[in-house]
């Protein structure tokens, strides 16, 4: 089943503006990562968040984790073209394996 | 080398046909994972190896027949198929336990059973 809950299921935006994608989960968790898929190719690995961490960095990223609302943020600013792909959000289940969220598809107009 | 390597990238097998697919990894990794992924859908996992023994069995099918030869090595054996079992099956690896470990994912094998 799936744990995670994407919003919006598919976003397009303008080169150079900031991509917010929202994520919703179900159970207590260890951690929250965030993948990037490109076309029906394999995941690549954004970033994770601790259950005990409310916010995280990374380059042009920025992830929030509020565990109250079980929910999580990922903000994407000043978009390129390379940003277009489908982002995931997956949550660990305790003993390995993660439980995928049904994802968000963004596009970046040129 | 970060690097998940899976062979084929893309089969085409019939429904009495047994074909494996192949997974690698040369990180020292000693979880490794295989997801099924139907198009625009996300992953779902399926079955996952912790210190080459198979530590959980999403409730497969049992013409899905997993391997772990080895710290290295992930096979995915695969008989009789049904055409609703194409999609992309990817493979990813990680440090085992509950632990926050990153997975690192294979670029997949599209499967098609006709």
């Known amino acids: 089943s799936q744990q995670g809950e994407e919003d919006p299921q598919a976003l397009s935006i303008q080169e150079g503006e900031n991509a917010t994608m929202n994520c919703s989960y179900k159970?207590?968790?260890?951690?929250l990562q965030w993948y990037r898929q490109n076309s029906g190719r394999g995941l690549v690995h954004l970033i994770l968040?601790?259950?005990?961490?409310r916010e995280k960095h990374s380059g042009r990223l920025r992830v929030t984790l509020d565990t109250s609302k079980k929910s999580s943020s990922l903000l994407i600013t000043a978009s390129r073209a390379a940003d277009t792909a489908s982002y995931f959000c997956?949550?660990?289940?305790?003993?390995?394996?993660?439980?995928f969220g049904k994802g968000t598809h963004l596009i970046i107009q040129p | 080398d970060t690097e998940v390597t899976q062979t084929p990238k893309h089969l085409v097998m019939g429904m009495t046909n047994k074909k494996s697919l192949k997974c690698e990894q040369h990180?020292?990794?000693?979880?490794m994972y295989w997801y099924k992924q139907k198009a625009k859908k996300p992953p779902e996992l399926m079955f996952v190896?912790?210190?080459?023994?198979?530590?959980i069995n999403e409730s497969v099918p049992s013409r899905f027949s997993p391997e772990c030869p080895n710290s290295s090595l992930l096979n995915l054996h695969l008989h009789a198929l049904q055409p609703e079992d194409s999609a992309l099956y990817l493979c990813?690896?990680?440090?085992?336990?509950?632990?926050?470990?990153?997975?690192?994912f294979g670029p997949g094998t599209r499967l098609t059973v006709t």
């Open positions: 990813a690896s990680s440090q085992p336990g509950v632990g926050s470990y990153e997975q690192y």
């Open positions: 159970t207590s968790i260890n951690n």
């Open positions: 968040i601790r259950s005990n961490e």
């Open positions: 997956a949550t660990e289940r305790g003993a390995d394996g993660l439980t």
């Open positions: 990180m020292g990794h000693r979880a």
């Open positions: 190896y912790s210190y080459e023994k198979l530590s």
